[in-house]
T-cell receptor, first 111, second 113 residues
């Protein structure tokens, strides 16, 4: 399977700033999901956006999806030190097929 | 809350040993997955299962096998561990359904010496 690609690979910002991460993928999709991974731990699901949706919000998270460009972005507003983690996008090509994960963006939020 | 439990957080084994990594989920999920995670390579799917006694190869099944005798338990087996299998192993589970959201265990960091 072909992985998605997150951009940038690493991002360092000050607390209170916004963080934007991008994800590109290669095939048509049912949905795209974002996950977070704290250092040395498992992944935790953050938000899902369906292929017929363009934007979704959850708390300080905003996700956009552009299926014509096969890309998505995750915006974390007013970042906190506790947001320091790796963030992965994952795509589902069709119903109940395994998710394809990207390589992740490492976010560091400096207090 | 969904709980996915991996039997060990850290494991050290010798080359050639047979290694069992166990994963148990408590939410009656049909689907279960095993990934390995290496720096710069992201998550790579080893094997997955959509039902008891069913298994499907993922992207990198060579050197691994799996067992799913009960719905809640999915075991990853390294028949003869090698140093290139040193990695972080992650188990996940999900419902069959529209959303296919995966729930992950905390991971097992395996070192093969």
């Amino acid at each position: 399977s072909q992985q998605g690609e997150e951009d940038p690979q690493a991002l360092s910002i000050q607390e209170g700033e916004n963080a934007t991460m991008n994800c590109s993928y290669k095939t048509s999709i049912n949905n795209l999901q974002w996950y977070r991974q704290n250092s040395g731990r498992g992944l935790v699901h953050l938000i899902l956006i369906r292929s017929n949706e363009r934007e979704k919000h959850s708390g300080r998270l905003r996700v956009t999806l552009d299926t014509s460009k096969k890309s998505s972005s995750l915006l974390i507003t007013a970042s906190r030190a506790a947001d320091t983690a790796s963030y992965f996008c994952a795509t589902e090509a069709s119903g109940n097929t395994p998710l394809v994960f990207g390589k992740g963006t490492r976010l560091s939020v400096i207090a | 809350d969904v709980k996915v439990t991996q039997s060990s957080r850290y494991l050290v084994k010798r080359t050639g040993e047979k290694v069992f990594l166990e994963c148990v989920q408590d939410m009656d999920h049909e689907n279960m997955f095993w990934y390995r995670q290496d720096p710069g390579l992201g998550l790579r799917l080893i094997y997955f299962s959509y039902d008891v006694k069913m298994k499907e190869k993922g992207d990198i099944p060579e050197g691994y096998s799996v067992s799913r005798e009960k719905k809640e338990r999915f075991s990853l087996i390294l028949e003869s561990a090698s140093t290139n299998q040193t990695s972080m192993y992650l188990c996940a589970s999900s419902f069959v359904g529209v959303k296919n959201i995966q729930y992950f265990g905390a991971g097992t960091r395996l070192s093969v010496l």
